[in-house]
């Protein structure tokens, strides 16, 4: 089947999925003002001719075809670098979560020893996803209830999701999932388990995949971005917004060709781990985006108003530099020093992703305050571009923003407003917790890196040192 | 003449002032929808009758008369407290910014000597305002152009407020000022100098006080909120905005009895100072409020899902416990160590309220990232109230979103909605410029220290620890 | 009984203690060139006489007695502030943890209402050592072996201090108790346990005290100090030095009526509690001296190479203000806003002594770096005294560390040698793990903020803040 | 000529030099006490017959000879590797100091073209010292006086060495240099000027390279260890310490076919910063190795006691191995994306090297504090060997240092001896200094940082992201 055009894209929304928010149940999001922004995104990813990213963003299958690249599964250095290049420049969040089916693969032989039907579905739901141009999202975060009790104690079972019935021809499952970014604007919802799970808890080790209009899906969304925004006032929310979803499953059959895990619970960790490498690899890729441009963003501030020579400002932009840097350059070693599957799949260093993980999120805060520090209190107080636009109150804007020869007065008011949306406003402040959050929170990179970390030859070598013989 | 009520404050801002928002000329702020929520903040402040606040509210002057108490110039440590009470908790910052009166009175005998009609003409104004209970914002920083230059050798004359013409009745002035907090909702305007003034900059030295509506004054509005919002969602912006002005003297008269400099150089650079210790004494108060919410909050998010006995989310509790505490005993220490100038005005110690006021700024985003890290994803993704209405999406949301007994979801989903408000979303933006910028930024904050430090008493110590005989 | 005498108090050292230390047994540890500086510092605060000092170090009792300070139970602020000033600049720390009597105290009518001959011992016992002018250990942290088992549970029973037997006329205890400052050199040890015990640890719940010469004791020694240093290079730790003590109590027999707990073990949580503030107490102090000296010799460095205009360094000198101003209020506001116990003892706030303590150990090292960067190489690098006082290499180091008139240069030598010999040589190291271990670590601290703070009050104005009703 | 061995690098020391230690003018340093452990270490990398490190430690010359392997031009990223491996594994610092010959070579053709005699005696030099097995120290940095001031304004003309005649056959020199590494144990003293250097100061624009025992050199010495240490108590610095060199030019002449540069002063600068790069690289190879030394000490000292399922120890650890690992990949990268100059020498990133070098530094204190966490009081209180060995202090410290099956007691005082050595004793002491203050200090790194980073393209991006057409 040949590739989507954005117009087909936007057609196969159309499919009578149940969507809500704010408090509207929503028939056609295609048309809603409410998701004109995120679907603007996600079919710029389906513009497979546009002349600079249409080659980067389409590959060819090993069946011949023509498929989305962020199906290829890499195989080699090239491939993993070629999607750090998707991910880094051509490619939206709604799409990137698509990167649920690379976790799923990476994760099929284990999967296919316990029970070879589930390592076939997998296959199959992956080919059928890519074949068909659709899209798929990371679906694992559970509400957890009372978190100092297991799945199966909670106040109510369904706290986490759950096999509620067993049939001949598949599951019911029944549960909600949080956090699940595009949700409402994807084909496919990937369902995994949150965490490793006992014995005691089988019916909560269950993964699968489904369309997003199978009955008894519902999704409530939520966006840090209540409508469209200008692109003056607003350059990055303007263009980035994506909604997060509350997707509930109100006793949803699941066919047995759509089940990857039902009831063994020794695979649910392995299934809750495969997704995280792939979400902090694309946090990875981000924060080097991000910090890249905050480096340019207090250059930049700091020359427009001739404070490029002050000590204390050079002081804030090294740190910039230095965050930057030390991001740009764990995510080039992560590639390099790649790591490969017994099946050949290609993948990032897992240790160092989760450290440049780690680093980037416990410094994020501190890293924005060196820029609103450079940014000073126009960050907040700048007036909006319709006020720049309105001739009387424009006049005076021009005239004392000005700085010096050479500065444009809306090229410094759009410098000011990026460093507001990105740091100090609403989207600012979903980047703060996204920074921490995405791919599970500080504690969850830190468990990692004392998983991953190569502890044996460091304790050997620290044993040396103090003089201790081997043993 | 009598306290004003809330109506009477409302009918004086309907004066003929020159107020621009996004992009519209507005004749009559008081019934514009962007205006409502600003505005019944400052109303409310009028609310002298208020069974718990009222008291607090007014204070009997000298002269027998009632007055705000904003304008009550403290004289022992009980008036510090409770001038600190007011701050605390029965003010908003729109009002709070009348506090610029008691910077002019700090100053009045220093300008005096210069000039005994300067010191007459602060008596008055300060005088006026109190017996007619308007309020006044603190007008000081300018654009400033290129900052490698001063004041006089801007490729625009104008880039500082300036004096354009001098008269028999007075001067003219022009120029703008920049975040002039509630500008657009008090009845002054008390124009100070940004800096200290050289020389050559004499007609940059000029310092006044003149009505908002006076002919050549014209305000641009800013604000992170815009417009009402609901306060299930925004716990606390749906009250607490208040618009940032950016003022425009477009060759304005001003008669000499509203002058307090005018070209005596030697004093701008006493008049800028005297600002900035009631801004930063403020935002001190405003950092124990705040950083003890966010322990509140910290707690409250962390049990409600059961995770207080989390070693790791403690350690959190306990960082933004040491951040409440040391600002709430930095601030009482700035109080019961208060200094008293010769005209016996009592203020809260310099050295103290830099010192807190750095340590908020300094360590506010780091602190936050604690919070970010109790909150979780939810702290974003949450659905919004619209949804939790709908009864078809509510009752998924409240089926899952409990956590235990004694738990309500509308609770917990409020202290989510608070930690987002207050440190994710465009409020939370504020904060944390405002923590940063207010009162002069970190620069401002660091200065004051080195110059007000005992460091006589410092070296001499160090000097005899490490030997040195005294010269 | 009078006052001791300097001289007495030797003599009093010469009673049959068993002292190790770098391998050698020592009989006499009066003339033993090891314990020459910690000496010296014990001895010096029996200078009753001192014209400056004296009257500080000795009080009247209630039974018209005079005794050292350190035995006074401060029943007012004033008392509270004398005792913070004999910390602060009369008392060495060998002298100062006689303050484990005050401790003891603390606790006396909670033990007694378990066992009322437990408080009588208690009160005997302070009142001899006061009366006798003793000085008292605190002896408190066991080895405690592998820290995931109980006291009961480990290898070796003897891992904690334990009741091996109990006597008619006492108890037998048997253990090891590490960290024990001044063992050595005082009189008594006071024995407390490390922390709170369940029923089945029963015979580790013990508390006594004993005189350091009991048959049993054996005391193993440590120290940063070598020995006598030369104060011009080592200008603190020439003169601060006091060993570390590693107690064995080898089946130490303590008759009854100096046993303070032998068993009850729901009181050895209070007894370990009790020494904690005072210890973290003495950190605070510590902490406002030594941060003064940073802020002193930071200032000293910069101004001595003619940097004080250099904005990167009153950047680095603001922070060092900060720390030092923090810390000096945290104190006042804990002895202002001081505690009172049932029986009338004044004791400094809690939840402040904590907060303060830490924050000055979780940010020592990074304050430490501040004057690491204004010190410079020369910190590390600086010839010695001998080498300045060597005629040919003495010219040289005199021409070539000349900065500029007014600054001797063995006055610039003495503030490099301070600053290393404070922070980065043998002493220096000591003040790092000191800061953080001093009072029980970072941990200990954060469960007592954990604890003490008015966490229903700041729950509740969250609470409020997010617009929950109170039910 | 061969290589030497290390005896006849002995022989070569006795060779007249002036050195001062201690208050003492030394005639033969390979005598003498204090310098057993420096030259224990420089003889160590003689030993080119080591079977593990010799085949590293030696490379075969362009000319077919053979040399220490710190002579040889890195030409391709293999080479650069090897260099790093020989910098991490087999080489003290007293050779590692050698690299000025490599800074020397690398602004070779710089200073060739102004004057051409420089760089065929900066040739001739490296090719004698190559030749020779001599090493060379890196002379740079200068007394500087007052800071305020430039080279020919401080009160003392000398107080940065310079040119005071200039004659048919040399130059003659005055002046001092401090913290001269490894000085009085090399053959060579490579002198740079410290900066750059403006017209008037030309006299102070001097480079050039001089045997340490030229009549006029005179070295006093200084170095953290004392003298010789046991290696149980100190494993780090027992085999580490290499001594720092005050180095004083009393009217030395200097014959031109040594001279590099004498007068021009626009090559100052250039020759200044040549040092910086691999003083830098070194650092960043230091702070790779030291940084998994701390890893591997933290877990150990956690599992040895059983704390290693704390989740604060877990913490701690994890924050270790962010820091050692943001630095492997620093370096890591540093050296693949390897720079080349015209000449075709290969040397790492200068960016990545600098942010590294700053990262490493500006975190280096936070990190220890963790280190310190974990490693709790014993760090500090450990009794000695001695005390160990002696049977009956030995006995108890066996039965009560205890932890574990498993765990053995002396590998558990190593464990804790290390720790403190290199973070909280002497050399612990240095290294902080170290840490910070090599290859220039924060602010010469930021410098670096804020020069050499793709301004350019991080502004464009920024400005693209903000919406501004490019002009």
New interface residues.
Partial sequence: MPLKTPEQYMESLRDGRVI??????IDDITTHPLFQVPLALMRSDYDYHDPELGALRRYTTEDGSEAHRVFQIPRSEADLNTRVELMRGAMSIGTAVSSVFMALMSVKDDVGRVNPMYAKNIERIYQYCRDNDLRGAEVI?D???????RANEQ??P??YVRIVERRADGIVVR??K??ITAASVVHELVVMPTKAMKEIEADYAVSFSIPVNTPGV?I???S?APAELN??DY??SAHHSCP?G?V?F?DVFVPWDRVFLAGEMQLAGTLARSLGLWERTGGVVESVKIS??F???G??VTEM???D????A??S??EL??Y???LR??L???C??YETSHSGMVYPNV??IN??K??YA?N???T??YL??L?????????????L??P??GH??R???????GV?V??RM??H??I?DL????Y???Q???A??AGG???A???M??RT?P?AR??????A????KPA
Avoid: C
């Avoid at 509400?143 to 009790?149: A, N, Q, V, W």
């Avoid at 040192?465 to 201790?468: E, F, I, L, N, T």
């Fill in positions: 809500y928010w704010e408090g509207e149940r975060t509400p957890k209830g009372d978190r100092r009790r106040d109510d369904d706290l549960g909600a949080l956090h519902k409530i969304n939520r840090f692109s003056f350059p990055a997060e509350f509930v109100d890249e441009l480096v340019g963003l250059q930049l108003q001739g404070k020579h002050d000590p204390i050079q002081n932009i090294a530099i230095t930057a840097e030390m350059m764990g080039d070693y992560a390099r020093h240790l160092a450290a440049a780690y680093y416990a994020f805060h501190q924005v305050r609103h520090d940014g000073g209190g126009l960050t907040m107080t700048l007036p909006l571009e319709a006020d636009r309105n009387e109150s005076y804007m005239k004392y923003l000005h700085t010096k020869a444009d809306e090229a759009r410098v407003n990026l507001r740091t100090a406003d609403a600012g402040g979903w703060f917790v996204v921490l959050q929170g500080l504690a990179q830190r468990s890196m004392n970390y502890m460091a304790k050997a070598r620290a044993l040192a103090a003089g201790v």
